[in-house]
């Protein structure tokens, strides 16, 4: 079991990837959010040692309304729940290739979780008045 400093080593990275990939995806600024919750969930997760799991949560009509300035034009369900796996995959890809001990070539794919498998506590960001919280965990 890791440790709350350990686990800070992978958060940092994670987060840092989550807010270059949204400010990059919809061109704008990527701001702090508190107290962030949603009714749709998805995690991914990459093997190593440790393994790293992503964990994201967010409301879907703000996620739907993001869909709609990155890709310009308004999303059905599917789209909205591919749009946040999309999101996993270029936060996670991208941030384990400098994570220590993992394996970059074992991305999982992203699947949808019910909002009661994502545990407590996480960081929080917003953009285009989308915002969503990103917990990060070690198995």
């Not at 800070?8 to 989550?18: E, Q, S, T, W």
């Not at 093997?47 to 009509?61: D, K, N």
């Not at 369900?77 to 074992?106: C, I, K, M, W, Y």
Request: proline content about 6%.
């Amino acid at each position: 079991m890791a440790d709350d400093r350990k686990v800070d080593d992978y958060r940092l990275p994670v987060m840092a990837a989550c807010r270059y990939a949204l400010a990059t995806l919809c061109g704008q600024p990527v701001h702090s959010a508190f107290g962030v919750s949603g009714d749709l969930a998805t995690v991914i997760e990459v093997a190593g040692q440790p393994g790293v799991r992503v964990w994201m949560q967010v409301e879907s009509r703000a996620l739907a309304g993001l869909y709609e300035v990155a890709m310009g034009f308004e999303p059905d369900d599917h789209d909205v729940v591919d749009f946040l796996g999309e999101l996993a995959n270029q936060t996670l890809g991208p941030a384990a290739l400098n994570l220590p001990g993992v394996e970059p070539t074992r991305l999982s794919l992203p699947r949808s979780v019910s909002r009661e498998e994502v545990p407590e506590g996480g960081d929080s960001v917003e953009v285009s008045g989308c915002s969503m919280r990103v917990v990060v965990g070690l198995f």
